[in-house]
């Protein structure tokens, strides 16, 4: 930990400043995380944490495309242990602006705290954390380089960037849930895969979710040969309701996105069924995405996400759902067939 001094730090403290932030930062990851075996709590909250930090510079409007690119570096630098936590946190605390909420505001002045954890991991945890904030950032300074309004080239480039924010994510929390089980770890290689598939799908819907949030800062992560299709313009687009052309393309990403999320319930069902925990941690998560590109589906010419954001009751109900089925396979199969009945299929096997 040469110049991170974060070992100053109690850990308890951290831990419960750990738990608290979370409920700031994200609703969701502080409703699925709890669900996890303590073994993994700290691990996969510290990740999370940690990829929030990415995303906090990633998306601050008044970094250059440079200082985001070493503020990033400077990241990678603290969780291996090799810069100084306290003049990267105050340094980057300086530079943002108000588009950052007050949690995040908070979990930057308090690196040092996420640190902490982060250095009391074990080797292979550390390890899985590490490879994935370096790949995560180095492949948003990409993308965010060429980022604008006339969105990405092609569905080829939609995979990558959904891989390098969410992929990247979903093969480390299979790295630490390896490293939690031995007979989990007995699964890696089924796993892998899949898991990547299940961060495309959670990412698609968000994409698909912030089109219009996203477009408003500048950005979109819509893939050009989708929509030239029906010779939609995505500079020029305003929202479904002005160019109802948008939504055959809308309806075509849904289809890719379900297949992923088809391919994430593959991905809970190789979880052993004794780890009810785990698979409640994913289970919620591919829950809501489910529901989420259900909306999307009904409410094509959609300008916000809120009007397509699923409500506290849709919420509880799929948490109540999921943790009476996780235990069993084919009744995991029967309720996820009922949520996906009637959203549309990709045209091709991805």
């Known amino acids: 930990m040469s110049m991170s001094n974060a070992e100053s730090f109690d850990l308890q403290d951290c831990i419960e400043y750990q738990t608290a932030i979370l409920e700031s930062v994200s609703r969701t990851f502080a409703l699925t995380i709890p669900q996890l075996p303590v073994s ?8 999370y944490l940690l990829c929030r930090l990415a995303d906090t510079i990633e998306d601050e409007t008044v970094l250059t495309s440079a ?14 242990g090799t810069e100084d ?5 105050r340094e980057l605390a300086g530079c943002l602006s108000s588009t950052a909420n007050p949690g995040e505001h908070d979990l930057v002045l308090n690196t040092a705290r996420v640190i902490c954890i ?3 991991l074990s080797g292979p945890q550390r390890r899985a954390i590490e490879r994935c904030v370096r790949i995560m950032t180095q492949g948003m300074m990409e993308f965010q380089r060429n980022a604008g309004t006339d969105g990405l080239r092609n569905m080829n480039d939609m995979n990558r960037y959904c891989y390098v924010v969410a992929g990247v994510v979903g093969e480390m929390l299979t790295e630490l849930f390896c490293d939690h089980s031995p ?17 495309q799908g959670l990412q698609m819907t968000n994409i698909l979710k912030d ?26 687009v305003v929202s479904g309701r002005d160019n109802p052309r948008l939504a055959p393309g809308i309806r075509e990403l849904i289809g890719i996105a379900r297949q992923h999320l088809d391919g994430a319930l593959r991905y809970v069902l190789i979880i052993p069924a004794s780890e009810t925990g785990i698979r409640r941690h994913c289970l919620w998560a591919l829950g809501m995405a489910v529901l989420t590109l259900r909306r999307i ?3 094509p010419t959609y300008s916000k996400g809120d009007e397509v954001k699923i409500s506290r009751r849709s919420v509880k109900a799929i948490i109540l759902a999921t943790n009476l089925t996780a235990g069993s396979d084919l009744a995991l199969r029967l309720l996820f067939a009922a949520l996906n009945r009637g959203l549309p299929r990709a045209e091709h096997v991805i």
Do not use: M, Y
Request: proline share 3%; net charge positive.
């Open 67 to 80: 200082q985001k690119s070493d503020f990033a570096e400077r990241l990678i630098a603290v969780i291996g």
């Open 118 to 120: 982060t250095h009391s």
């Open 211 to 236: 089109i219009w949030e996203d477009r408003r800062r500048g950005a979109c992560w819509l893939p050009r040969d989708i929509f030239g299709k029906t010779g939609i313009d995505l500079r020029t």
């Open 297 to 299: 589906h009904a409410t």
């Open 40 to 47: 993994l709590r700290n691990s996969v909250g510290n990740a």
């Open 85 to 89: 936590v306290h003049s990267f946190a």
């Open 183 to 199: 007979e989990i770890s007995s699964r890696r290689d089924q796993l892998l895969p899949l898991s990547v598939s299940f961060g």
